[in-house]
């Protein structure tokens, strides 16, 4: 089977051979072939772009939002923080100027990545973070967002709303030039801490889940597959997350949601996209305890017809990991996610 074949029968649940991977950043091997939004050509510096290479804002730059970012970190493992307020009166909102979601520049190099991609018979997933939650929060501040939330729920829908237009404008720009060899839309929004979510359920529906359904029905009817990253305990939303039809979840803390209590909720409902815990299990380098750790996982949220796709960590030195571990995580996944 191609990787792409793999892909879609843990999607699906159609039976592959065995769970999907995804591991191209550490050991250049997986199914899945990455491609990403770039800034528009007149927001970045002279040079040569392509959707293959992801473009971070450096220390010192402001982004195409107005954020103006700062990272201490050289290497990559730290993106920063924007640390102004762009939006900094929730009245001003009217006032600001959206960026333009099909500007020239965005998909530069797109025809020869999906050429590569075919080529090698690869999933491909187009890369466009900080969904809603995350951008809203970078413009208007952390806690100027969740005191809106309570106290603006008005504006901050219409916020929410505004910022949805631009995600689905990425999605019609990505379909009108990929003209359907684009599977997967790809986002991010990180709503949980250690211990809940960042705000209550009941506000995440009100707001943000009518958004994300305008998004997530949007990629579907353009025929992608919808992956969505999200951080943190995120259990109170997960039932959410599949009614509003993401395909795929990607969850980097297995331990701090609980393995059986997602498996009650998710196992054969949705794909899960999954790295060893980041925080309670790659950090300790111990390899006993990765091996069980991959096993249960294929255990409890695989199903017999797919469902899984086992996934790296990138930044290694910011959870403090090795390379060798990350690996072992690799061949770990590749031994027990066989399904035939």
């Not at 040569?48 to 804002?57: A, D, F, L």
């Not at 498996?263 to 794909?271: D, F, L, Q, T, V």
């Not at 017809?305 to 960590?313: D, N, P």
């Given at each position: ?37 770039l800034p528009p050509e007149d927001k970045r ?296």
């Amino acid at each position: 089977m191609t990787g792409y074949e793999i892909i879609k029968g843990n999607i699906n649940f159609t039976g592959p051979d065995r769970i999907g991977l995804r591991f191209g950043r550490i050991a250049g091997k997986g199914d899945v072939y990455r491609i990403f939004v770039l800034p528009p050509e007149d927001k970045r510096p002279e040079g040569t772009y392509s959707v293959k290479k992801k473009i971070r804002p450096r220390n010192g730059e402001y982004d195409e939002w107005g954020c103006y970012w700062e990272s201490s970190d050289e290497t990559g493992s730290d993106m920063g923080q924007p640390t102004n307020i762009p939006i900094e009166d929730i009245e001003d909102l009217d006032d600001y100027v959206f960026p333009d979601p099909k500007a020239p520049g965005r998909f530069d190099g797109l025809e020869e990545a999906l050429a590569e991609a075919e080529a090698k018979g690869l999933y491909v997933q187009m890369n466009s973070p900080q969904c809603i939650f995350e951008r809203m929060h970078f413009l208007r501040g952390f806690e100027n967002t969740l005191m809106d939330c309570i106290v603006e729920p008005e504006a901050i829908s219409k916020m929410a709303e505004r910022l949805a237009d631009y995600q689905i404008g990425i999605i019609e720009e990505a379909y009108r030039l990929g003209k359907g060899r684009i599977h997967c839309y790809d986002t991010t929004d990180d709503w949980g801490t250690q211990n809940s979510l960042m705000i209550s359920p009941e506000l995440f529906r009100e707001i943000f889940k009518p958004q994300y359904k305008r998004i997530f029905d949007k990629a579907h009817e353009c025929g992608m597959d919808i992956r969505f990253h999200t951080d943190g305990k995120i259990n109170d939303i997960l039932e959410d997350l599949i009614e509003l039809g993401v395909d795929i979840i990607n969850i980097h803390q297995p331990r701090l949601v609980g393995i059986d209590e997602i498996s009650k909720i998710g196992r054969g409902r949705i794909c899960f996209e999954v790295a060893v815990d980041i925080q309670a299990t790659l950090p300790t380098g111990n390899k006993k305890l990765i091996e069980e750790e991959v096993k249960e996982l294929v255990e409890k949220w695989a199903t017999e017809k797919g469902g899984l796709i086992g996934v790296e960590y990138g930044y290694l030195n910011a959870i403090g990991t090795t390379k060798e571990s990350m690996l072992y995580a690799l061949e770990c996944f590749e031994k027990y996610g066989k399904l035939k």
